[in-house]
């Protein structure tokens, strides 16, 4: 099997990809340490339109 960005959530990273548009920023992102503490941390990469979050993608969660 081939290596695939974001592997099983591969077909929704390209969802994700195919609705960008070329002034949009892609941000990583994750939770504090208190967060995942009290099992609601998260991690992803949030498209970053004109300032706003306008979408994204969540990869892992506690």
Request: glycine share 8%; aromatic share 10%.
């Amino acid at each position: 099997m081939l290596d695939l960005p974001f592997g099983y959530m591969n077909e929704e990273w390209r969802e994700l990809v195919v609705k960008l548009l070329e002034t949009d920023e892609l941000w990583i992102f994750q939770n504090s340490d208190d967060e995942w503490k009290a099992l609601c941390g998260r991690v992803g990469i949030a498209v970053v339109r004109n300032g706003d979050v306008a979408d994204g993608l969540i990869t892992e969660m506690s």
